[in-house]
């Protein structure tokens, strides 16, 4: 009576493939063959957007350069997500095959991200409708910068002194 479980092993993911995916198709097809569905659509929006402002003449420099940025970070990001999901279907990742994403894709519990992307959302907008002109909008580009720097000192901080 020796019966023996078999544990359907996870195919194993090609960072290679993953990365030449993310290179010729860059909308999402890397992580789609990472079986990362939620992250594919974030890509292709992200990649549709930038490509949809290039194309209404938005500013050529600055989003051309996102989309250059954008491009070339899909790649390294879908060939990390092949690597960390080998890892976790062989046991030495944390996740040890539980997830389909990788170990990083976990919620933190912040909302900045998502508030900072709706207040970018309703002033784009607004440049859209001419409320704010676009002039006005690229002047001002730096404020971003100073609040992303502000979100990472304050994360940088002790949350309280329990926590010492």
């Known amino acids: ?45 992200i990649f549709a957007g930038l490509v949809y ?4 003449g938005g500013n050529g420099v600055v989003f051309g350069l996102a989309l250059a940025a954008f491009y070339f970070y899909q790649i390294f990001d879908n060939v990390q997500a092949a690597r960390a999901l ?31 992307l709706i207040v970018l959302g309703i002033v784009l907008v607004l440049a859209n409708f001419e409320a704010i002109p676009y002039k006005a909008l690229f002047d001002l580009w730096p404020v971003a910068v100073i609040v992303i720097g502000l979100k990472l000192v304050f994360e940088a901080r002790p949350k309280s002194k329990v926590n010492r």
């Open 53 to 56: 402002a290039l194309s209404r």
């Open 1 to 45: 009576m020796d019966e023996k479980t078999v544990v359907p092993q996870r195919p194993v993911k090609s960072p290679g493939l993953a990365g030449f995916l993310s290179a010729i198709l860059p909308f999402g097809a890397g992580a789609l063959y990472n079986e990362q569905r939620n992250k594919a659509l974030t890509q292709f929006f």
């Open 86 to 116: 080998n890892a976790a279907g062989a046991g030495r990742g944390p996740a040890a095959g539980a997830a389909t994403e990788p170990p990083g894709d976990a919620p933190t519990g912040s909302i900045f991200w998502g508030l900072f």
